[in-house]
């Protein structure tokens, strides 16, 4: 399996990534000074956990992307 964050052709599908990832620098990155690639990497991968478990967004209605994600999980 290759993972990929676009289908082939598909240029409109990097733009939620485009998103995630200015989102990330906003609030974790621009401002701070990282010692390691190690520590930044930890951040990161803290990040993204936060981001999908615990960060709520207007766009699902005021849900974490977990919680939306199983709403959707039990209405099927």
Known sequence: ????MSRV???IDNGPMEGFW?????ERYYG??????EE???MIE???????NERYQ?????LTPIEK??????AA
């Open 1 to 4: 399996m290759t993972q990929s």
């Open 9 to 11: 052709a598909k240029c």
């Open 22 to 26: 200015g989102i990330l620098k906003r």
């Open 32 to 37: 701070k000074r990282f010692n390691s690639r």
């Open 40 to 42: 930044l990497v930890a």
């Open 46 to 52: 803290e990040y993204i956990y936060y981001y999908n």
């Open 58 to 62: 207007r766009r699902f209605g005021v």
């Open 69 to 74: 994600h199983n709403s959707y999980v039990l």
